[in-house]
């Protein structure tokens, strides 16, 4: 993403912790049994903007206030929303190829939802790993969901990756990072 400052185009910084907490609602769609059940393939990122309108709609009329925190089909057409609730719990949807709901994702919440670490907070096993296998590599965000995953983002030659460790701090993959943020919050007045 570009943005314009009296006539210089500068990158945006692609490295906030908004975006680890964007990975871990795609890990978290991603990784729900539902997904898998009634998925084909893999998901498809979706862009806030191109969600379908019969969804927006179902989503501003069934949970006001909610932000869309992932959204991405699948290979026959078959949608995933993931949703921060006004209350703050996390929310994973699944629509058919015609916008229609069909159900909610079993286990999204737990994993949806990080709280920040401090990276001087990781553990050394986690620390250790990414020096190991990340040679230079800068650590800028960590979060931990309700499961205890660890999400690390680091810049690798100035290049994002978001990185998950499980519970005891052993790697478990590289994620795929969504690399820009969703657009407007969806509610009443917002679709």
Request: glycine residues 8%; aromatic residues 6%; neutral net charge.
């Amino acid at each position: 993403m570009m943005s314009c400052d009296k006539g210089v185009m500068a990158p945006q910084d692609p490295t906030e912790f908004e975006d680890v907490i964007l990975s871990a609602a795609r890990f978290s769609a991603e990784a729900d049994s539902t997904t898998h059940a009634k998925c084909k393939g893999k998901l498809t990122e979706i862009a806030t903007a191109d969600i379908p309108a019969v969804i927006t709609e179902y989503v501003s009329a069934n949970y006001a206030g909610a932000e869309v925190k992932f959204a991405g089909a699948d290979e026959a057409g078959n949608i995933v929303v993931g949703l921060h609730l006004a209350d703050g719990k996390h929310v994973g949807l699944l629509f058919d190829k015609a916008g229609a709901f069909k159900e909610e994702l079993k286990r999204y919440g737990k994993r949806a939802k990080l709280t920040k670490i401090e990276v001087a907070d990781l553990s050394a096993t986690i620390k250790s790993y990414i020096s190991t296998n990340f040679a230079g590599a800068e650590i800028k965000h960590a979060g931990t969901n309700e499961s205890g995953e660890v999400f690390v983002m680091v810049l690798v030659d100035s290049k994002p990756a978001v990185l998950l460790f499980d519970v005891n701090g052993a790697f478990v993959k590289q994620l795929e990072k969504p690399m820009m943020k969703r657009g407007k919050k969806m509610g009443p007045g917002n679709k």
